[in-house]
């Protein structure tokens, strides 16, 4: 992690490298992450050959790559991810063959750059693009990496103006934090709309189903909004404040406080919407 201080005391933005994941933290909100991918998969029209060859883009710890093995049971599958933590848990977990013929492997790689290395009936990603700035650049070779027939179909959050993610960008530029996290809160602006990305497949000559879900969670435990940004979030604050302990605790001190008046506790828990934008993408036969 850079941090630079400007001249008469004004922080420049730093530019946050790559955070450091943590599988377990992602995973104790396994139910409500993987709903979002169920309902992309319901989408996802018949591939054209019967045993598929599939990138799941942005593989995290693997347990939503070993979905496509049940819809697809013959499929080639590999996961692609750039966390060694994330991809260590999902080598672990669901490498090897699967039940119906097909495989599980995965491998490491940056996103920004992945080129599909031969044809694929699916490219598929799960709550992973919003990491890649210039993924909406790469459309055009992921089209052209897939059979005719073949999907590239996606899912991406896209409540970055929510209340948890637009107090964790202001609580990183106030004068207590500018100068180690500046630019570290505020990674949605590369986000397109729904119409946005309808326009870039049409162009593409993809026939595509674009559309949007809020999903009101309700979450438990004691500030269940604080845990799950831990998993997401968060990775990139806590990866530049590394080891300082008491730094860690009095930033996550007063983002707690700003979360709890922002997500109420309820009699049954608390109420956490998050809206989300889905695509998939078909390219033409």
Not at 126 to 137: F, R, T, Y
Not at 201 to 211: N, Q, S
Not at 253 to 264: H, I, S
Request: net charge neutral; aromatic share 10%.
């Amino acid at each position: 992690m850079h941090s630079d201080i400007a001249s008469a005391g004004t922080a420049r933005p730093a530019t946050p490298s790559a955070p450091t994941w943590d599988p377990q933290q992602y995973l104790r909100h396994a139910g409500h992450r993987t709903r979002p991918f169920l309902d992309l998969l319901t989408r996802i029209p018949e591939l054209p050959t019967a045993a598929p060859r599939i990138a799941d883009l942005g593989c995290g710890p693997g347990n939503v790559t070993a979905l496509l093995a049940d819809r697809w049971p013959r499929a080639r599958i590999t996961g692609y991810d750039l966390s060694r933590e994330m991809l260590h848990r999902a080598t672990e977990e669901y490498a090897g063959p699967t039940a119906g013929g097909g495989s599980l492997d995965f491998r490491r790689a940056d996103l920004g750059g992945w080129l599909p290395e031969e044809p694929y009936d699916l490219i598929v990603s799960n709550a992973a693009l919003q990491w890649v700035p210039s993924h909406p650049g790469s459309f055009a070779p992921w089209i052209n990496g897939l059979r005719p027939g073949g999907t590239f179909a996606f899912q991406i959050p896209a409540n970055f103006t929510a209340p948890s993610h637009a107090l964790l960008a202001g609580l990183c530029e106030a004068p207590r934090w500018r100068s180690r996290l500046a630019g570290h809160g505020a990674r949605y602006v590369h986000i397109l709309e729904p119409a946005e990305y309808l326009a870039r497949f049409t162009e593409l000559g993809c026939a595509a189903d674009i559309w949007e879900t809020t999903y009101h969670q309700l979450l438990s435990g004691p500030d269940p909004v604080l845990d799950w940004v831990k998993g997401t979030a968060l990775r990139p604050v806590l990866t530049a404040l590394g080891d300082d302990r008491g730094a860690v605790d009095e930033f996550l001190g007063e983002y707690r406080d700003l979360l709890r008046e922002a997500y109420p506790q309820g009699p049954r828990g608390t109420v956490f919407p998050f809206r989300r934008v889905f695509a998939v993408a078909r390219r033409e036969v």
